[in-house]
């Protein structure tokens, strides 16, 4: 029986990038029935919502979607996409693996997965303004929310996928010696879960600001990162930023309804339509799919045929140093399988 997976393809360069990955997957034989929903722009289009019922009704079905990137449009009303989403399926995690793939990039040894919590944290939308005298918006209050639970299962989430896919260690960071009640409950919890993987996976624990900085100096001595909404937002920017931006970074929201994989970029705006997008970031985010299915054999195959065709830099697209476009860089992936 073939698998079940909803495919957003999205706006701008998804279209596009989506098709160029359908294509690698069939060349690869994976057993995937694709339902082809619409959302973001093409949703408002289609059907006057940017995320549709119709859209929704797939994803609980099959609890797993390819998303391509999404423009939130911009208006009263609208809800944010990928907050909805994330909320509607609680897609707790989201990971974001890097790891060296260009030629010539700054680091060679970097492999590293970061796990950041989806739904806590700064990004709960507890905010308001305070008045002070005449002025209404003399200042402005956002609340974190951290809970037990809430750090219990992230933190458990980074160790569990360090047990299935081999590695060594985890890498909490925090800023727990500041904001002592929330992030120091986060902390708290992640040595609590920590304790039931003691002897098989190491554990370090790492501030923040700190771990920025040895990002740049030393990404290679990390493995797997868990952290808070927040900060993963922002390291996992910079952890692309590190593997050659982009165009290479894939990502999935992992959680209790099912799990969306995408790419980490958005719509690109400026080069969409012209057909020269690199579609790698969906690619591997595919590949990321075909790993929770249980199908990682095939996965690590497009990788390897994905990563040849990038060292060998011959038909590649523009952002990776090439003149290739988006279907001629798809076809000699596929001539690589
Ligand atoms: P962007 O990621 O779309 O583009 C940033 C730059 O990177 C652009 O120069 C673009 O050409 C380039 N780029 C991005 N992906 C590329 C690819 N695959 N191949 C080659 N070049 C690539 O970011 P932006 O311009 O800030 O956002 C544009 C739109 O995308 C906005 O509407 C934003 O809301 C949306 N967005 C959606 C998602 C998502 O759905 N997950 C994420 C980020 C942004």
Redesign the pocket.
């Known amino acids: 029986m073939p698998t079940q997976v909803t495919l957003i393809p ?4 998804g279209p596009s ?1 989506a098709n160029a990955t359908v294509r690698l997957l069939a060349a690869a034989g994976a057993d995937i029935e694709w339902d082809t929903q619409v959302a ?1 722009m093409a949703g408002v289009a289609r059907a006057g919502d940017p995320i549709p019922e119709a859209t929704l009704d797939s994803i609980k079905r099959t609890k797993l979607a390819l ?6 449009p911009v208006g009263e009303g609208f809800r944010s ?2 907050v909805a989403l994330r909320k509607t399926f609680d897609l707790y995690a989201n990971v974001r693996p890097a790891y060296s793939i260009a030629p010539n990039g700054r680091y060679k040894d970097i492999d590293l997965v970061l796990v950041r919590e989806n739904t806590e944290g700064l990004y709960v939308g507890i905010e308001h303004y305070i008045r002070v005298g005449n002025d209404p918006r003399a200042a402005a209050e956002s609340i974190a929310i951290i809970t037990r639970e809430g750090s219990e299962r992230i933190v458990r989430y980074a160790f569990e996928y360090a047990v299935k896919h081999n590695r060594k260690k985890v890498t909490l960071v925090h800023k727990a010696n500041i904001l002592k009640f929330s992030q120091g409950l986060f902390l708290d919890t992640g040595r609590m879960v920590a304790r039931d993987y003691a002897g098989k996976i190491e554990f370090e624990e790492r501030i923040v600001d700190a771990m920025a900085m040895n990002l740049v100096l030393h990404p290679e001595k990390f493995d797997v990162i868990v952290t808070t909404n927040l900060f993963g937002d922002i390291l996992s920017d910079q952890i692309s930023g590190l593997v050659g ?3 290479l970074a894939p990502g999935a929201n992992i959680g209790v309804g099912g799990a969306i994989f ?10 969409a339509g012209k057909g ?7 690619m591997l985010a595919a590949c990321m799919l075909l790993d929770h299915i249980g199908d990682s054999d095939r996965g690590n195959r497009i990788r390897r045929a994905f990563e040849n065709t990038v060292k060998e830099g011959k038909t590649v ?3 990776l140093g090439g003149t290739a476009s988006t279907d001629e860089f798809t076809d000699a992936i596929i001539a690589k399988l």
């Open positions: 999205g706006d701008g360069i990038i973001g998303k391509g990137p999404l423009e939130t996409i990928n931006g982009l165009g995408e790419a980490v970029h958005g719509t690109a705006p400026d080069i020269i997008a690199n579609p790698g970031a969906v697209t523009r952002d």
